[in-house]
Nanobody, 124 residues
Framework: QVHLVESGGGLVQAGGSLRLSCAAS????????MGWFRQAPGKEREFVAS????????GYKDSVKGRFTISRDNAKNTVSLQMNSLKPEDTAVYYC?????????????????WGQGTQVTVSS
């Protein structure tokens, strides 16, 4: 069982930066690949970034490559998403999720645990 809590969302102007964090409970955090997803109003939830259990592999949505960086600290049971050069189209509720797999980019259905989300709003 993994309980996930996101933080770090907020309102930022276009071109600005935010750092999202996800704190996980449970002693088996290092056994999970972790992902960040987002959902904008009226749209489906979409993949943003993922990282393998040991941090050795990462994957990104094409539109965030070069702007967002996912990282994890297994000693602290946290995963982060550094978001730079933010755009209005990045506005969404951001969720972290955990998948019990060695894959770097798990399929959506492999994510077993989800946080409640944190709002990110980018103004133009």
């Amino acid at each position: 069982q993994v309980h996930l809590v996101e933080s770090g969302g907020g309102l930022v102007q276009a071109g600005g930066s935010l750092r999202l964090s996800c704190a996980a409970s449970g002693r088996t955090f290092s056994r999970y690949a972790m992902g960040w997803f987002r959902q904008a109003p009226g749209k489906e939830r979409e993949f943003v970034a993922s990282i393998s259990w040991n941090g050795g592999g990462t994957g990104y949505k094409d539109s965030v490559k070069g702007r967002f960086t996912i990282s994890r600290d297994n000693a602290k049971n946290t995963v982060s998403l550094q978001m730079n050069s933010l755009k209005p189209e990045d506005t969404a509720v951001y969720y972290c999720a955990a998948a019990p797999t060695v894959a770097t980019m798990p399929m959506l259905g492999e994510y077993a645990y989800w946080g409640q989300g944190t709002q990110v709003t980018v103004s133009s």
